[in-house]
């Protein structure tokens, strides 16, 4: 009896694997007739999980929740795992997210592989913006979306908008967007890079040690930063080294000879509250 139960099982894990995590979502609100609520029978609904049978939670019957696509929201302001990567069965099927609740006692849970919504994301079939909120908040989903799309940083979560390398990622794909773009120049890059700063938690934006992973990778964007930071020795260190690099070999032996080219090279720093800084003999 067991391998025909372990047999069943994986039929049904299988199925699931081929379902799409990315279909539309349920509607959050009960289905009405007539303009008026239909009469609902919620009883105890207990989540077992698929694979080991264990209880994942039990649910009074008060409830409420009229749709499977409900009961994922549900699983996700308590467990923290995205409705897109929750498959609910009952009677051996897989429910639909508009699938109803009503007199269900018992439907079997299981949390499918995140690599099929990630591919979906990393080819734009699938947009960050349609996703739901746990979606949104998932580092592993967030990452491959920004990186496909910078646009995509402003629908993340607060959380993910205060992650340094997903404003990173950000600020790498328009990089490479626009050394695609380099005959037609459609892409403005400093209106670019200012948005996605504008985008991230302004905490992040305060914070030294992402400034500095800004400058030495975008030397220019230190106009971006706010004032204080503009004046911070270890930003300002960290710009130009990395802008030194852009200079002929015979001229970054030099210290004083590099300063006084990154200032006459550079409007965003001539104009910088760097100017404080020339004759400092360390930078």
């Known amino acids: ?58 649910i009074p019957s008060n409830h409420g929740l009229c749709n499977v696509w409900q009961l994922k929201e549900h699983i996700f302001a308590q467990k923290g795992i995205a409705a897109e990567l929750q498959g609910i069965f009952s009677s051996g099927l897989e429910l639909g997210n508009e699938d109803t609740l009503q007199g269900l006692e018992t439907v079997m849970w299981f949390r499918r592989s995140s690599e099929a919504l990630i591919e979906a994301l990393q080819g734009g079939n699938t947009q960050l913006h349609s996703l739901s909120d746990g979606a949104k908040n998932d580092r592993d989903l967030v990452l491959p979306a920004v990186r496909k799309d910078w646009k995509a940083l402003q629908h993340a979560s607060l959380p993910m908008r205060q992650d340094p390398e997903i404003v990173l990622a950000a600020l790498d794909c328009i990089m490479r967007l626009v050394e695609k773009d380099r005959t037609e120049k459609k892409i403005n890059l400093p209106e670019a890079q200012e948005q996605i700063i504008n985008m991230a ?24 930063l706010p ?14 080294a990395s802008t030194s690099r852009f200079l002929p070999i015979d001229r970054r032996a030099s210290i004083g000879a590099t300063v006084v080219s990154l200032f006459e090279t550079s409007e965003e720093l001539k104009h910088s509250e760097c100017q404080g800084f020339q004759n400092d003999r360390s930078l």
Do not use: Y
């Not at 938690?201 to 971006?224: E, G, S, T, W, Y």
């Not at 930003?235 to 130009?240: G, I």
């Open 227 to 240: 004032d204080s930071l503009k004046r911070d020795r270890e930003v300002l260190a960290c710009c130009l």
């Open 201 to 224: 938690d302004i905490r992040l934006r305060q914070n030294r040690d992402f400034a500095c992973a800004v400058v030495h990778r975008f030397p220019l964007m230190l106009r971006l």
């Open 1 to 58: 009896l067991w391998p025909s139960v372990q047999g069943f099982r994986q039929a049904l894990l299988t199925a699931m694997c081929r379902g799409d995590p990315t279909r539309q979502m349920g509607s959050t609100h009960c289905p009405s007739s007539g303009g008026g609520p239909v009469p609902t029978k919620f009883v105890q609904l207990t989540v077992s999980q698929l694979l080991s049978g264990e209880v994942l939670m039990v």
